[in-house]
């Protein structure tokens, strides 16, 4: 029999009380996860992951799961011996490329993340962007700017989309019958073709049609840091701007910010930069008064 005096069983206690208004506000609600990074590649970390989802579902919180992995297919267009080029950071995504991409998210990273899921005991659906008409792509348009006669010129990135339409009818259906939608950034277009999405994007644009009470991006870093190197908890699409102009913000930080403000202007509640290395850092966020990433509302 568990000592009611027990420290561990108080701070248990606690904690579940301190929960417990979070529960009730999120009942019924939608959060989209964007799940990739280093979490994905520690099982450890993965099976935390796969718990949180199941946990969520359990007290009435549908999540929605968007993966990426671009050191999955890197890994596997190397073994394949498929030449793989980038232009200023961004892939160049060629037909065959495209090919490997598709394969490795919607086959193996997507299914990996379906059966992390069931083992925790959860039942998930793994689907892409192609499903049900779920989202459809536009080929995205870059540029680039030359440093020394600053002439901006127009990137062709290939097999590289956006999302420019979404239809949640398949996400709907999923969650209504109590399972938890698994989403891989893939996606066609208009024309036909299957585009490659960049998943921060997709999240994205899947939390804005959803109307999602929460985004979260989990990524690699602590969240969004000040000079000082402290954590900024709460911004606004204003300060973001501000942060971003005086040099804060920079390097991979500003398209997954701007992901946030696109969500959240969208109609998704809220967006959350979370470390994804932390266990349970979901849960933090949610459930504990002090959070543990930087929350972006409107």
Not at 11 to 31: H, N, Q, S, W
Not at 33 to 49: I, N, Q, R, S, T
Not at 219 to 225: A, F, I, Q, S
Request: net charge negative; hydrophobic share 45%.
């Amino acid at each position: 029999m568990a000592n009611p005096h027990d420290p561990a069983m108080l701070t248990k206690a606690e904690t579940l009380v301190e929960a417990l208004p979070y529960l009730r506000r999120y009942e019924g609600r939608t959060f989209v996860v964007k799940y990739g990074g280093h979490a994905m590649g520690d099982p450890e970390l993965a099976h935390d992951f796969a718990q949180d989802v199941v946990l969520l579902r359990a007290v009435g919180i549908n999540p929605v799961v968007v993966h990426g992995g671009g050191p999955q297919i890197d890994a596997m267009l190397k073994k394949l011996g498929v030449e793989s080029t980038r232009i200023d950071g961004l892939r160049v995504t060629d037909r065959e490329t495209a090919n490997v991409a598709e394969m490795v998210l919607s086959g193996a990273i997507n299914k990996e993340l379906v059966g992390w899921i069931a083992g925790a005991g959860g039942k998930a659906v793994g689907i892409s962007g192609k499903d049900g008409g779920l989202v459809t792509a536009t080929k995205a348009q870059r540029t680039t700017r030359d440093p020394d006669s600053q002439i901006e010129r127009v990137i062709d990135l290939g097999f590289v989309g956006e999302p420019s339409k979404i239809d949640t009818t398949i996400i709907d259906a999923i969650c209504a019958a109590g399972m938890i939608p698994v989403i891989a950034p893939i996606a066609v277009g208009e024309d036909g073709q299957t585009y490659n999405i960049n998943a921060d994007t997709m999240a994205g644009a899947i939390a804005g049609a959803l109307g999602a009470a929460r985004l979260f991006l989990l990524t690699d870093v602590h969240g969004v840091l000040d000079k000082a190197g402290n954590l900024l908890t709460d911004l606004t699409p204003a300060d973001i701007a501000v942060l971003q102009e005086d040099g804060t913000i920079s390097g991979g930080m500003i398209p997954k910010l701007e992901t946030c403000v696109h969500a959240v202007q969208a109609g998704c509640e809220a967006a959350v930069v979370l470390d994804g290395r932390v266990s349970h850092a979901m849960l933090l966020e949610m459930f504990t008064e002090k959070g543990a990433g930087t929350l972006i509302r409107a």
